[in-house]
């Protein structure tokens, strides 16, 4: 064989080695700093919770959060260490921008009144409404805590091949001025409450399942 076929040889063999290469060399769903991290495995109820139920709740189980967006949307992701799916009564919710005027301290704030920016996915119990999983989003500084423009959308939830999913709820960013390009969400929190706190029947009463320390600034792009 010639020079030539000899380098004509080694290129097409490595296209051929590129285009065969394993399912498991992939691009991660999950990117490399997310604008969370949790410790899996401590979905207990503890975390500003009612009631102390030390039960392991891996829909709730928070182990990874953050943001992406492109020009007409933004997206939350929540990596958790089950699928979550209705009759779990789970509700995932990143929230950012502390709210300047709330002066409670950290262990008050269960409510998106103690940051601007609310952004959450729900499944709720079998038989309630609506009887599906949605997506909600709120400004609190801008319509107040329980006013504005609720949307509710369908959340996908994506299973991985390790048994934990990785559950995103996607917005229209004509939602809230703070979601405009180069506007920076900060102080953002993933936490997972009882979708049905509110609900008497519901046991245990824990409205916080998993709560994550305040993680890294998302800047809208």
Same mark, same amino acid.
């Given at each position: 064989m010639t020079r030539v076929g000899t380098v004509v040889g080694t290129v097409i063999g490595a296209m051929l080695l590129t285009l065969i290469a394993p399912a498991g060399a992939e691009r991660s769903p999950i990117p490399p700093r997310p604008n969370i991290t949790d410790i899996a495995g401590d979905a207990n109820g503890i975390h500003y919770s009612d009631v102390a139920t030390p039960v392991q709740i891996p829909e709730a189980d928070i182990i990874e959060a953050w943001f992406t967006n492109d020009h007409k949307?933004?997206?939350?992701? =929540?990596?958790?260490?089950?699928?979550?799916?209705? !009759?779990?009564?789970?509700?995932?919710?990143?929230? @950012?921008?502390?709210?300047?005027? *709330?002066?409670?301290?950290?262990?008050?704030?269960?409510s998106?009144?103690?940051?601007?920016?609310?952004?959450?996915?729900? %499944?709720?119990?079998? @038989?309630?409404?609506? *009887?599906?999983?949605?997506?909600? %989003?709120?400004d609190g500084c801008l319509y107040g805590?329980? !006013? @504005?423009? =609720?949307?509710?959308?369908?959340?996908?939830?994506?299973?991985? @091949?390790? !048994?934990?999913?990785i559950v995103s709820g996607t917005f229209s960013r004509t939602l809230s001025p703070a979601l405009k390009t180069k506007r920076v969400i900060t102080g953002i929190r993933a936490r997972s409450w009882n979708a049905d706190w509110l609900n008497e029947q519901s046991r245990p009463m824990i409205r916080t399942l998993d709560a994550a320390p305040p993680g890294? *600034?998302?800047?809208?792009r």
């Amino acid at each position: 064989m010639t020079r030539v076929g000899t380098v004509v040889g080694t290129v097409i063999g490595a296209m051929l080695l590129t285009l065969i290469a394993p399912a498991g060399a992939e691009r991660s769903p999950i990117p490399p700093r997310p604008n969370i991290t949790d410790i899996a495995g401590d979905a207990n109820g503890i975390h500003y919770s009612d009631v102390a139920t030390p039960v392991q709740i891996p829909e709730a189980d928070i182990i990874e959060a953050w943001f992406t967006n492109d020009h007409k949307t933004i997206t939350a992701h =929540w990596h958790v260490s089950a699928a979550p799916e209705m !009759g779990d009564s789970v509700q995932l919710v990143m929230d @950012g921008n502390p709210d300047p005027n *709330d002066d409670a301290t950290e262990v008050q704030r269960v409510s998106s009144k103690s940051r601007c920016l609310f952004f959450s996915v729900v %499944f709720r119990t079998v @038989g309630t409404v609506p *009887d599906k999983p949605y997506t909600a %989003f709120i400004d609190g500084c801008l319509y107040g805590e329980l !006013g @504005g423009p =609720w949307f509710m959308g369908k959340p996908t939830v994506t299973q991985l @091949g390790d !048994g934990t999913a990785i559950v995103s709820g996607t917005f229209s960013r004509t939602l809230s001025p703070a979601l405009k390009t180069k506007r920076v969400i900060t102080g953002i929190r993933a936490r997972s409450w009882n979708a049905d706190w509110l609900n008497e029947q519901s046991r245990p009463m824990i409205r916080t399942l998993d709560a994550a320390p305040p993680g890294r *600034d998302y800047k809208v792009r």
